[in-house]
């Protein structure tokens, strides 16, 4: 688990106000859960037989005796919320989005430690190819507006609930078949729940893994095709990977994995899929739902290896404003402080020496942090209630109305 200090968290900050704007602006309303379950909800839905019940959870039995979980994943806690406040009886359909902490105690690697971040979105109550879409393309249309270059989908389809009992069976009559060929944890989810068996990173199970007459057994259906088809109409990249089951057990028809060519072998940045029974796992009514969720971490190192650090010093760096308080006097520290807070009110970020009123001082720390615009109040300010903007990359100064400073520095930035 890693500490997020100044420097480094600026850029989470970006990313998170990134995310609130975008599916804001598509309907989708935050939602905020515990970090707390109890275990069984996550054994309920994510399945005993998945990889994060089986080996990853943090779970343990609290002072008053109750076995529970730091949550490994979002959809099941978003499902036991809705089905406990009834929010379904409220609205035909529900948009959720959600931005926060998951814990699993696997074996870190690449963008993922044992406390891990996410940005998701749940779609409930809503079925068939046109939800399936707007799943898709909510996820391609928020990495190209922050500015995600390179990205492609793979998809599958797990068939219908009807579907998945012979897919199943299918499935385990092939891999029964070779049963000596696989791994000790394979042959244990052979018995439990064979999906799980395309989770296996063993390298002597791979080549069975990859024979599997996925088209014999399961072929594509209907609904999968349509959602192709629009796919491809859109120009999105996809390639169909009949070996992607996701890792939990609630999945059915279309699972997808948005990967980026800026990333190694760990390539996948998002993932997702439709899940129509877990609601009604979990007590609760037959609810189609669809969602995603998108890794933090990766996604940041994609943005920083696709465009390298100039990417957050046009991003971060150009709104950032530097405060230089050159009067010590109340009426100049009140001035300050407003304006301070009318930037922030408006996404700037403010730096700033706090007791510090050498002019030079300012200006030599706003130069190490690379800002480009600080604002100086002195007694003259204060006097004018105006403040003073120095441009230093086009080195100028300005003076603006004490309360127009967000607007004249948007104005500027937008230029």
């Known amino acids: 688990m890693e500490d997020l200090i100044p420097g480094a968290v600026e850029k989470w900050q970006w990313l998170e106000r990134k995310a609130r704007t975008f599916f804001e602006s598509r309907g989708y309303k935050e939602i905020r859960t515990p970090i707390l379950e109890y275990t069984d909800l996550f054994v309920r839905s994510v399945g005993e037989s998945s990889d994060i019940v089986h080996k990853e959870m943090f779970s343990f039995e609290d002072r008053g005796g109750r076995h529970v979980t730091m949550r490994p994943e979002m959809t099941a806690s978003v499902a036991r919320s809705v089905i406990e406040k009834g929010l379904l009886t409220q609205a035909k359909s529900l948009r959720f989005y959600y931005v926060g902490p998951m814990f699993r105690a696997e074996r870190p690697q690449a963008g993922r430690k044992r406390q891990f971040h996410q940005i998701g979105i749940e779609l409930l109550n809503e079925s068939g190819p046109e939800a399936d879409m707007e799943a898709v393309a909510a996820i391609c249309d928020f990495m190209t507006f922050i500015g995600v ?155 920083e290896k696709q465009e390298g650090e100039g990417f957050w010093e046009r991003e971060i760096r150009e709104k950032t404003v530097y405060l230089a308080l050159l009067d010590p006097q109340d009426s100049a520290v009140a001035l300050r402080n407003r304006a301070g807070l009318d930037l922030c009110n408006r996404n700037f970020k403010v730096e700033m020496l706090a007791r510090e009123t050498s002019l030079s001082k300012h200006l030599k720390k706003a130069n190490q942090l690379g800002l480009r615009f600080v604002v100086m109040i002195g007694p003259d300010e204060v006097n004018k209630n105006k403040l003073t903007v120095k441009d230093m990359t086009a080195k100028t100064q300005t003076e603006v109305e004490a309360g127009k400073i967000a607007d004249y520095l948007e104005g500027v930035t937008l230029r």
């Open 149 to 303: 270059k390179g990205l492609r989908l793979r998809v599958n389809d797990l068939g219908s609930e009807s579907d998945q009992t012979k897919t199943a069976e299918g499935l385990r009559n092939y891999f029964g078949q070779s049963k000596d060929r696989l791994c000790q944890d394979c042959q244990w989810r052979l018995e439990k729940n064979v999906l799980r068996i395309f989770d296996c990173k063993n390298g002597s199970c791979q080549p069975v893994i990859d024979a599997a007459p996925w088209d014999e057994i399961a072929p594509l259906g209907g609904e999968f095709q349509t959602v192709a088809e629009a796919m491809t109409r859109r120009g999105i990249r996809y390639e169909i990977s009949r070996r992607l089951v996701r890792g939990l057990d609630y999945y059915n028809g279309l699972v997808f994995e948005a990967a980026s060519d800026a990333l190694g072998a760990q390539d996948a940045v998002a993932g997702g899929g439709r899940y129509d029974r877990l609601y009604r796992d979990l007590g609760g009514a037959q609810v189609p739902c669809i969602g995603f969720s998108i890794g933090m971490e990766r996604l940041l190192s994609v943005l």
